[in-house]
């Protein structure tokens, strides 16, 4: 239940980014990861822990993570002013099929067939999603290409996004969460301030409105993620995170009047498919690699 109120809040912040209309990137992630820290703040004071959530003997390593992982969210807020909610959503899908791909090429991961085989099945899913707008760049629409621009940027933010995880999977052998969470925003913060000499506009009262409010759902979404994780194993709660494609077709038809293409209905069935292969195929590995550790006799 964590999980599914943490993917609508999550739903919900990027109907706020997408509402608020053309803003540039670098000020939607400014409002969306200080807004953020409050909450979060908020939180760990109720439970104690406000006072050493900062505490890190890594924090290069978090601002590394806080680097990319800007570039990924402010890819991924464009994409999302550019394309339909259903599809900017789904497109995200790509990222932890991302994640098996580059664990395997920078962490030396043995990644065995059956994921392979997902990865390219769930990969295909996406061409499918993205075909109508990569076939409008020769239509020489002025529309079509906002949208392919939204298409690639979603890409590459899931690509990011996948190295984001990387990271964060490094830091969490020696971090806690709320340190992570907290340096994250506060990283991002600070460099999407570094944009402000590149054409920040004005806000009307609605858009400052609506981009405050995404930045509370940002850090709301995430104290409810950490504690469905908290509550029950990652390979039974992650399969909800796919929840969010039925949330953003209901919420872009009510609130934006899109309707998802056929394409986007079968292609993110695919990626949805395959996502959760891999997740069963990891938590089958797990249990594998701890019934080995059960017989295997200690050492010395």
Same mark, same amino acid.
Request: aromatic fraction near 10%; include cysteine; charged fraction near 10%.
């Given at each position: ?77 464009? &994409? /999302?002013?550019? *394309? #339909?909610?259903?599809?900017?959503i789904t497109l995200n899908?790509?990222?932890?099929? @991302? %994640? !098996? ?90 460099? &999407? /301030?570094?944009? *402000? #000499? ?9 858009q400052a409105s609506l @981009? %405050? !409010? ?87």
């Amino acid at each position: 239940m964590l999980k599914i109120v943490s993917v609508a809040v999550f739903v919900g912040m990027s109907s706020c980014i997408k509402a608020a209309g053309t803003v540039p990137a670098g000020q939607i992630v400014f409002f969306r990861s200080f807004f953020a820290i409050f909450p979060i703040i908020a939180f760990l004071a109720v439970q104690g822990k406000l006072g050493t959530a900062f505490s890190t003997r890594r924090p290069l390593n978090h601002i590394a993570r806080g680097v990319v992982g800007v570039g990924a969210m402010g890819l991924g807020f464009f &994409a /999302l002013t550019r *394309l #339909p909610l259903p599809e900017a959503i789904t497109l995200n899908y790509a990222q932890p099929l @991302l %994640v !098996v791909v580059f664990s395997s090429i920078f962490l030396g991961e043995a990644i065995r067939v059956y994921r392979w085989s997902a990865v390219a099945v769930g990969l295909v899913g996406v061409l499918i999603i993205s075909w109508p707008e990569l076939t409008l760049l020769s239509s020489g629409a002025a529309l079509g290409d906002q949208e392919v621009l939204g298409v690639i940027a979603a890409l590459v933010a899931a690509a990011i996004s996948a190295i984001a995880m990387l990271l964060v999977r490094n830091l969490v052998q020696s971090e806690r969460t709320a340190t992570i969470v907290l340096w994250f925003s506060a990283t991002a913060s600070i460099i &999407a /301030l570094l944009s *402000l #000499p590149f054409g920040w506009q004005a806000l009307a009262p609605r858009q400052a409105s609506l @981009l %405050v !409010v995404s930045g509370f759902c940002g850090g709301l979404g995430q104290i409810l993620m950490t504690s469905a994780y908290r509550h029950a194993e990652a390979s039974v709660v992650a399969p909800f995170e796919y929840t969010s494609m039925l949330l953003g077709i209901v919420v872009g038809y009510l609130a934006f009047g899109d309707l998802p293409t056929l394409n986007m209905l079968v292609g993110g069935l695919i990626v949805v498919a395959a996502g959760i292969f891999i997740i069963w195929r990891e938590r089958q590995l797990g249990l594998e690699r701890s019934r080995t550790r059960k017989v295997t006799p200690p050492q010395g």
